[in-house]
């Protein structure tokens, strides 16, 4: 009995230690980034506000997850939010995209000026950035590897400010303050902030649309998106992204 309190003594002592060095450590990132004037500013601008709307709409904001997802025709980027112990997502926030790039369509390559359609997550904050603030795309996925044309798939896909750009996608830098505070906070507390980007709103009519415009090899790329979408449309929640061999997705809740 005393060594089996020993071992629960001793795993009690671990948790602690491993909760307090992953708390330190995630609030090193948030303290890190405060450090520059344009997220401090960010801040004292957006979070009171920002904290209010969430606390009207019943969020937590010390506990929350976000879902972003972006629509190239319609130029807009909507976010999403929820309690981190639900699975229902709330739309909290739809901001204007100044510019699109390219045409509808994956990204295959460096240097076609598109912005690419998929499944991704926002990986790098940038508090420098000379358009304002500025927040790194997972692109290229596991899927746009495999199906990349030529040697270099390309990369530094940016959601950002200054409202100009080519192959990103840019807000104004008002916009862009309360979306990099929103982000930041639940990356401050480990959570992987999620975005998706379609090329339109996948429903029947605008697929109509799609299927009279374009060729049969962008309109099979978005059949494969729209469970996905459909799936979030029907249950406000995300489900889990999987890449086969061939660089198609397939899907698990």
């Known amino acids: 009995m005393v060594f089996k309190n020993v071992i629960h003594s001793g795993l009690l002592v671990f948790l602690s230690i491993a909760i307090a060095h992953s708390q330190v450590k995630t609030s090193a990132f948030k303290s890190a980034q405060l450090k520059y004037a344009k997220v401090k500013d960010a801040y004292d601008a957006k979070w009171p506000a ?68 998929g499944f991704y997550t926002i990986d790098l904050f940038n508090p420098t950035s000379n358009y304002y603030l500025s927040m790194r795309v997972s692109y290229p996925n596991s899927s746009d590897l495999i199906l990349k044309q030529g040697k270099n798939a390309g990369g530094a896909i940016m959601v950002h400010g200054n409202c100009v750009t080519i192959g990103c996608m840019p807000m104004t830098d008002d916009k862009i303050k309360e979306l990099y505070v929103l982000c930041l906070e639940a990356k401050n507390r480990n959570r992987v902030v999620k975005i998706d980007i379609f090329p339109i709103k996948l429903n029947a009519s605008n697929l109509k649309l799609l299927e009279a415009n374009y060729p049969k090899e962008k309109i099979n790329f978005w059949n494969s998106l729209k469970p996905a979408y459909d799936y979030f449309e029907k249950n406000h929640a995300t489900r889990k992204v999987f890449t086969d061999a061939k660089g198609a997705y397939f899907f698990k809740e």
């Open 50 to 117: 920002l904290k209010d709307d969430m606390k009207t709409k019943g969020i937590n904001a010390e506990n929350y997850d976000i879902y972003l997802r972006a629509f190239k025709y319609e130029k807009k980027m909507e976010v999403w939010l929820k309690n981190s112990s639900e699975t229902s997502y709330t739309l909290f926030r739809t901001y204007d995209i100044c510019a699109s790039s390219g045409d509808l369509g994956p990204k295959r390559k460096e240097g076609d000026g598109q912005v690419p359609e």
